[in-house]
């Protein structure tokens, strides 16, 4: 009696021929599953590696997260601190290094958690310094969804006088700017205005300005309708013709649905942003 044989080869792994023959108890028979048995390693394989890539990334944001979540956005941030971010940072960068920038996954709104930018720590410094000012949330406002060259971005600071303003929302500062796609993560920004808008006084001043026991006076009531819409812009182009308006080069490291990384080229620090809900100006 003839003990039946099977041989396998599987392409990823042997030279041998692609055929699976098996020859059982004398009768011979060949038969090709080289589709079938090829298709299942490979997507397994593909399928676990993807999984455990996506599954590692997620820790490694996490990290970074966790390491800048007591620096109060970067404003206490210590030396060694600094070094566990930057390494970290590194770290998420390298998962998607070398990939060009998706501007419409890039568009929306983004909320800052960490930077080390000297002209974003001073208004840390400030609020933690004189308590009649606060600085609230800091975003970054991209509008680039039907671009493929550039865009316009909004960098949008939420800050108040408490004495006067509502806590934390009391006005927002808008600085605009058109932007660039210069090479796949390199965009040139170009500063075009300064505006001061959504101005929100506290409870206190609007009943001295329109006292809720006495009748309020359209008088009253189009100072309250003006101080709400107030909008002071102060354009910040070139006034002389052939100079370029004041900008600069911002290297977006790493972006995915929930997170983008920039580094401002020329050491002005880095950024670590998270997706926030759409934000109306």
Not at 8 to 17: E, G, M, Q, R, V
Not at 163 to 169: A, D, G, I, K, Y
Not at 213 to 231: G, V
Request: net charge neutral; aromatic share 10%; hydrophobic share 40%.
């Amino acid at each position: 009696m003839e003990i039946a044989s099977v041989t396998i080869s599987c392409p990823a792994l042997f030279s041998t021929p692609r055929v699976c023959r098996s020859k059982p108890f004398a009768l011979n028979f060949n038969t090709d599953h080289r589709k079938r048995f090829s298709c299942q390693v490979a997507s397994g394989d593909t399928t676990a590696k993807v999984v455990d890539s996506e599954l590692d990334l997620e820790y490694k944001k996490h990290d970074l997260l966790r390491a800048v979540q007591e620096t109060q956005r970067g404003l206490t941030a210590t030396s060694d601190q600094r070094s566990v971010i930057e390494e970290a940072l590194v770290t998420v960068e390298g998962f998607n290094g070398g990939e060009a920038i998706d501007l419409m996954k890039l568009d929306g709104t983004w909320r800052l958690q960490y930077t080390s930018a000297p002209d974003v720590v001073v208004l840390f410094e400030a609020a933690s310094r004189f308590p009649f000012f606060q600085v609230g949330q800091i975003f970054q406002k991209f509008e680039c969804r039907d671009r493929s060259d550039g865009g316009i971005i909004r960098n949008v600071v939420q800050w108040s006088l408490p004495s006067l303003l509502e806590e934390q929302e009391g006005a927002t500062l808008v600085v605009t700017a058109k932007f660039d796609k210069v090479s796949s993560r390199n965009i040139y920004l170009q500063f075009e205005e300064i505006s001061v808008r959504n101005i929100n006084i506290n409870e206190q001043v609007q009943s001295l300005l329109a006292p809720a026991i006495l009748p309020r006076s359209f008088l009253n009531l189009q100072i309250l309708q003006f101080i709400r819409t107030f909008n002071a812009q102060i354009p910040v182009t070139p006034t002389s013709p052939g100079r370029r308006s004041v900008g600069g080069l911002y290297y977006l490291s790493y972006l995915d649905n929930n997170m983008l990384l920039g580094r401002s080229v020329g050491g002005g620090g880095v950024f670590v942003f998270t997706k926030s809900q759409p934000l109306q100006l």
